[in-house]
C-alpha cells in the first residue's frame, strides 16, 4: 500500500498506516520520500513523539485526542484498543449491573484505558438528600400524574406495540440521576484500575464527588453547553471539561458548536477543551483542534458500529435519517435531549397533550414504554426512544469501531495538512 495515499474508506485499515500518517503530519516533509526521511531521523534522534498527543492524551495514556461516549462495553473496548478512549455511560445501569460491565471490560481491555460518565444534573424534583432509594423512588413515583401514564400508554397502544408479559418487572425508572444513585455508581467506578477518568453530564459534580475521584488519581470532567456553565466547572476545580454544542445527540443546550468550542476554550484557558456535537469525522476533528480544543468527544457514531448492541430497526433507523430528522425534545428525560423525530415526540410537542415533567419524573412516567419499546423493536420505531445528533445523516454504513477511529484521524491529518499547505511560503 502506498503510504502517501490515504486508504479509502471502503478499504480495511491498518492501524500502521494511519500511525504513519500521524507521525507525519507535523513536518516539512509533503511527499513520501521527505515524510518517510523526517520519521526515520525522528526515531534515529530518538526524538520520536505522537504529533496528536497533549496534556489529557498522555495522563490518559491515549494515542489520539478522539473520546468515545457509548452504552455498550463492546464499542469502549474497541474504541480504547484503536487508541482512542471509551467511555462508558452509566447512567442506565444499577449499580450492581455496573459492576458487571466494568469487570467485563477489565477481562477484555488489556492494559488499555477507559473512561466512565455519571449523569449527576445540578436540578432535579425529589428531595437531594434523601439517599434512601425506596423512599426516594416511592415520593417520586407519587409525584407522577395518572394522565401521564395513560397517555404514554395510549401512544404505544395507537402504535400497535404489544403489551408486556404480565409478570415482567419494570424497575423504578428512577437511574442513575441523582446522589442517592450516583455515590454508589461512582464508589464501584473507582474500584477499577484501568478507569482514568470519569465525566458527568448535566452539572458540576458537588465538591464530594470531585475530591472523591481526584484523590484516588483519576482526572474529573464535565459537559457544559455555555461558557458560563463552563467557568462553573473550572471554578469548582474540574481537570478538563466538555463543550457540546447544540447539534450534538442526547442532552443539549442551544449553541452551535462551531459558536460554543471557541467561547469555551476562551472562558476556562488554560483547562482542556474536549469538542462535542456535531463531530462525525475528520474534517470536524481538525476543526475543532484547530480552534484549540485538546480533543474530541463523540457520542452518535458509535450507536451504528458492528459493535453496538443497537437493534436492528434502530441501526435502520440510524442509517435511514437525514441531518433534518432529529429535533431537540424533553419527552423522554424531562430536559431538552437531541433524538430522531417520530411519531412521539410529534404527539408530546402538540398543544392538547400533557406538558412533559421535570427530570426525574418524566423519565418515570415513560419506563414502561422504554421497557415495552426494548422487547418489541419491530413494532416500536414510530415511537421509540432513539437519541442521535445531526451527524445522523452522515451515518450511511456500518463500520468496525476500530475503522471509525482510524479514518477520522487519518481524515484530520488530511485536513490540517490541506491548511497548512495553504500557509506554505514555497
Ligand atoms: C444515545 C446517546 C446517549 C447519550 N447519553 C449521554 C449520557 O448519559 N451522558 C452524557 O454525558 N452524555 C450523553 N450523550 C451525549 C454524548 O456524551 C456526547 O456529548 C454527544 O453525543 C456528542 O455529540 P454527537 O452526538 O454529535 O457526537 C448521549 C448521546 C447519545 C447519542
Redesign the pocket.
Known sequence: MNAATPTKTSEPYSADVCRFHSLAWPGEASSFQSMFRAVWNAFREGAYVWPMQNELTERFGIEFPIYA?T?CRDVVVAVSKAGGLGVL?A?GFSVEQLQTELDWIDDHIGDKPYAV?I?LPQKYDGDAGEMDLGRLTQDLQSMIPDGHREFVRSLLDDAGVPELPKDEALGSGLMGWNRATAVPQVEEILRHDNVVMV???LGTPPPDLVEMIQSSGRAVGA?CGTPAQAARHAAAGLDFV?A?GY?????TGDIGSVVLWPQVIDAVSPLPVLA?????GGRQMAAALSMGAAGV?????W?AVEEAAASPPEIQSYLDATSKDTVRSRSYTGKPCRMLRNDWTEAWGRGDTPETLGMPLQMMAVREAMTRQGRYPDQAQSVAFN?????VGTMNRVKRSADVVLEMVEECIESLERTRRMLSTE
Do not use: R
Open positions: 461516549f452504552h455511560g447512567v460518565d449523569v465525566a458527568n453530564a459537559l466538555i457540546q447539534e450534538g445527540g442526547g442532552h462535542a456535537g456535531g463531530i462525525g468527544w463523540t457520542g452518535s457514531l450507536l437519541p442521535v445528533g445531526q451527524v
